[in-house]
Antibody
């Protein structure tokens, strides 16, 4: 079955760039019925949608983070990535990657498969 | 876009029912039938429980049900069990491939 696995540094310095990758296994990232998303959760707080990317490279971002976020897809490696620039302590969070079903697919608009998450701490 | 509004907490005794609300706007919850609900146990990733307002993925007990009226969606857990104690989040499609999550509700089984 489809599985997602996040990877990347667990510690990032303030003002630097947070970079994470999500490896997709058990299915193709080039599925026409799936989008791929990043969601984060600060310690003790709720979920926040960061953005969503399609296998073609089209990306959609949370307006509150849009100026600092870039998402991309590497179909040859069956993985997608997140970059968040100019990080501060408020970007400290558990970062999850997830599959988002397209609106013409079953379970439309739902984040139906999640990675286990990776904790990123922003600190000097 | 603002987070969808959920009550911070809800509780019920084993066997009882609990209903959680999720209030948005006509640009998200009220505008689309793409509301989903997630259960999150401590230290775990969220798990999809309801999609498209009231549909259940395979494997989710039929004790979990969802509905929507106007700009407010609801999740009802009937016949509460100890393992239902968790945080619950709603999410809605908000147009143009944007999504928004709710503020989260902690459900306690008394």
């Amino acid at each position: 079955q489809l599985q997602l696995q996040e990877s990347g540094p667990g510690l990032v310095k303030p003002s630097e760039t947070l970079s994470l990758t999500c490896a997709v296994s058990g299915g193709s990232i080039s599925s026409t019925t799936s989008f791929w998303g990043w969601i984060r959760q600060p310690p003790g707080k709720g979920l926040e949608w960061i953005g969503t990317v399609y296998y073609s490279g089209s990306a959609y971002y949370n307006p509150s983070l849009k100026s600092r976020v870039t998402m991309s897809v590497d179909t040859s490696k069956n993985q997608f990535s997140l970059k968040l620039i100019s990080v501060t302590a408020t970007d400290t969070a558990m970062y999850y990657c997830a599959r988002v079903r397209g609106l013409a697919a079953p379970a439309s608009g739902a984040f139906d498969v999640w990675g286990q998450g990776t904790l990123v701490t922003v600190s000097s | 876009q603002s987070a969808l509004t959920q009550p911070p907490s809800a509780s019920g005794s084993p066997g009882q029912s609990v209903t959680i609300s999720c209030t948005g706007t006509s640009s998200d919850v009220g505008g689309y039938n793409y509301v989903s609900w997630y259960q999150q146990h401590p230290g775990k990733a969220p798990k999809l429980m309801i999609y498209e307002v009231g549909k259940r993925p395979s494997g989710v007990p039929d004790r979990f049900s969802g509905s929507k009226s106007g700009n407010t969606a609801s999740l009802t857990v009937s016949g509460l069990q100890a393992e239902d104690e968790a945080d619950y989040y709603c999410s809605s499609y908000a147009g143009s491939n944007n999504y928004v999550f709710g503020t989260g509700t902690k459900v306690t089984v008394l």
